[in-house]
């Protein structure tokens, strides 16, 4: 058990594959952070922020957008996905952006930040491509606030054993 699931205090209940967080303070806080790093997106369709944390304390960010060195949708003045008529959740390839996931997942990778347990907070629930590296990457929680027209990523989560939780925020009375 890593110190992620130690803090967890928050109430569970499945649904299907995918579990209602009813967040803690911290759940909160990180997914109000995801939402920030959304903002930086260069995507004229949506904007995903991504930030990967373990023991507390965020070792990762990613937005979609461009890589580096190549020119943004925003940048280019139109979206391709949207000029080619490509309906969302489906051929993630067609597209200048790499999503906030990967983009989290390469920064670690590139600054030689061990992900291995952590726990990734996401705007939206991943796609299948990103399930995929999440899974081996080694993530074990998965925590989005947004659904995404994608059932096969959230079957891999769950034939994989990685914990993913919709977050709903608490509606004060």
């Known amino acids: 058990m890593n110190n992620d699931d130690k803090q967890w205090n928050g109430d569970l209940k499945k649904e299907g594959t995918v579990y209602t967080c009813h967040p803690n303070k911290w759940d909160t806080r990180f ?3 995801t939402r920030l790093v959304g903002t930086w997106s260069s995507c004229l369709r949506r ?6 944390v373990r023991d507390k304390r965020i070792i990762a960010t990613g937005y979609n957008g461009a890589p580096s060195g190549i020119e943004t949708c925003k940048e280019k003045g139109e979206c391709l996905r949207n000029k080619l008529q490509i ?5 993630a390839e067609i597209c200048y952006a790499a999503h906030a996931e990967q983009n989290a997942l390469m920064q670690a990778a590139k600054l030689g930040i061990e992900v291995d347990g952590a726990t ?4 939206h629930q991943p796609c299948t491509i990103c399930c995929k590296l999440i899974i081996n990457a080694g993530i074990k929680r998965v925590v989005y606030e947004d659904g995404y027209p994608d059932q096969f990523s959230l079957q891999l989560f769950d034939e994989a054993g990685v914990r993913i939780e919709k977050y709903e925020e608490e509606i004060e009375k």
């Open 31 to 33: 997914v109000e952070m």
């Open 47 to 52: 904007h995903v922020g991504a930030i990967i």
């Open 87 to 91: 309906p969302s959740g489906t051929h």
């Open 120 to 123: 990734l907070y996401c705007t």
